[in-house]
């Protein structure tokens, strides 16, 4: 269940930021008193909460949003000085085949639909839905997000081909990488640890990424300056990098990108 406060920024504007942390504590002391032990209520980030209902079927977890809704409608906070406070709901059971990012990215459509359709409603999704096209396609803003969690770009290395090997190891080495696959001409290796839940963290260390290396053609150094680089042929790499987990925000994945891709550049001695 992914939870969205609608109009927020009004409140931090117009109330102040103060007033907006006060809401942000009643809305999960809120959720928390509402839900069963099971049941598990976090803070995703700015003023998105996710409800993880185990047992629940698809159904019964509409209705529990429905009431929750409800409970937050009637909310009476002095501060808000008669500022209406509602929020959107977004729902999605786990289905055969799916992984943890897909059940979350089915549950985040959902939502969007539910701003998307007029905000303080509860709106579920599933697959089948999806395919059908039963609910409202995406925007062409949403398929540009989709778009950018994908990161690919190649390099020239000024390196021998019996170097690389090394070059790679001491990559891996350096910055607590796993090699999952290893072949000829390619290597596939992940950075960054994941948490109880797959959304990303703060620190690089919590925003994992796989990197797939592809070693290419192998050419003459052609633009050296000087007779020992000039005698080192240049191995093109290509660079594929994807995110692990959750992420929110396209701009978060492409600095991490951008970042791993300038270490691997700088370990290869890239043109």
């Known amino acids: 269940m992914f939870i969205d406060a609608d109009h927020f920024k009004n409140i931090n504007d117009t109330l102040g930021h103060s007033i907006g942390d006060d809401v942000l504590i009643e809305l999960a002391r809120l959720f928390q008193h509402e839900t069963y032990s099971g049941e598990l209520v976090g803070r ?72 998307e359709t007029g905000r303080n409603r509860v709106c579920s999704l599933t697959n089948q839905q999806i395919q059908t096209g039963i609910v409202p396609s995406l925007t062409s803003s949403e398929e540009t997000t989709v778009d950018t969690m994908n990161f690919e770009q190649p390099f020239n290395a000024c390196i021998s081909s019996d170097i690389i090997v090394y070059k790679l190891g001491g990559f891996v080495n350096d910055n607590g990488a796993h090699l999952t696959e290893v072949r000829a001409n390619r290597a596939v290796l992940r950075l960054g640890k994941s948490g109880l839940l797959p959304f990303w963290g703060k620190t690089e260390d919590r925003q994992p990424v796989q990197v797939e290396i592809e070693f290419g053609s192998v050419s003459k150094n052609t633009s050296a300056t000087t007779t020992s680089r000039a005698s080192t042929p240049l191995v093109e790499i290509s660079i594929t990098i994807s995110p692990l987990g959750w992420v929110k925000k396209p701009t978060l994945f492409q600095q991490r990108a951008n970042r791993v891709f300038r270490l691997l550049k700088d370990y290869f001695l890239a043109e």
């Open 44 to 115: 995703y980030g700015g003023e998105e909460f996710v409800i993880i209902c185990p047992e629940t079927d698809l159904e019964h977890a509409v209705k529990k949003a429905e009431r929750l809704r409800l409970a937050l409608c009637n909310l009476n906070m002095e501060s808000l000085n008669q500022t209406p406070l509602t929020a959107s709901f977004g729902v999605a059971e786990v289905e055969a085949g799916d992984s943890v990012e897909s059940l979350f990215r089915r549950a985040d459509k959902a939502l969007y639909n539910a701003k």
